[in-house]
């Protein structure tokens, strides 16, 4: 089983909707999932409401740990647990998931002006790390000045880059992965680098 947190200190920046579909196209590539939204306004959870009053319930549970129930880990027989951030965490949060993180996704959203959030979230963490760029549109300024930052300190990105799309807008509450939203590219990508730290 491997655990993989999405974080960033920046809200907006795509850790819910990043979270979500990368656990729905593990599901769909036949692993099993579940997800553990850590945020107290309930990202992931709110996604899991949705998705069951609409009538497409998710094809697995969203649950909602505290800082204890959190390091205790899961019963069920997983192959990944994704997990879900607030914005703002406490130190005793982010050490327990620094500590049962196998990886951390850093997601950064080009042009928000969360660049030092994004390097601080690096620095604050020691798990084996990189960051997921989401929401760029392509040939901009600010993608390219995203990438630049990244390139310079050398820190770990995924090859994988999330484009902005509305269908992704609007994924919120569904529970299929947008054919073109790349989170089926992105997991992929994923479980090679989980594979390759076993190594
Ligand atoms: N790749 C994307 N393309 C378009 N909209 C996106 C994309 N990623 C996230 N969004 C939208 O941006 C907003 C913030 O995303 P969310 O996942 O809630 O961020 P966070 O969990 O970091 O606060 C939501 O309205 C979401 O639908
Ligand atoms: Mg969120």
Known sequence: MKTIAFLNSKGGVGKTTSTMLTALAL????????????????GSSTWAFRAEDGGTPLPFVVDTPNQESLTRGVKANLDFVLIDTPPLMSGTLARRIDEIADVIVIVARPGRLDENRTMDTFDNFDSPRAILINGAKANTKALKELQEIIESKGLSVFDTIVPEREITRNAMGGNSVPVKSQFQEFALELINTTKSLEK
């Open 27 to 42: 599901h769909k590539a036949g692993y099993r999932v579940m997800v553990r939204d850590t945020d107290p306004s309930g």
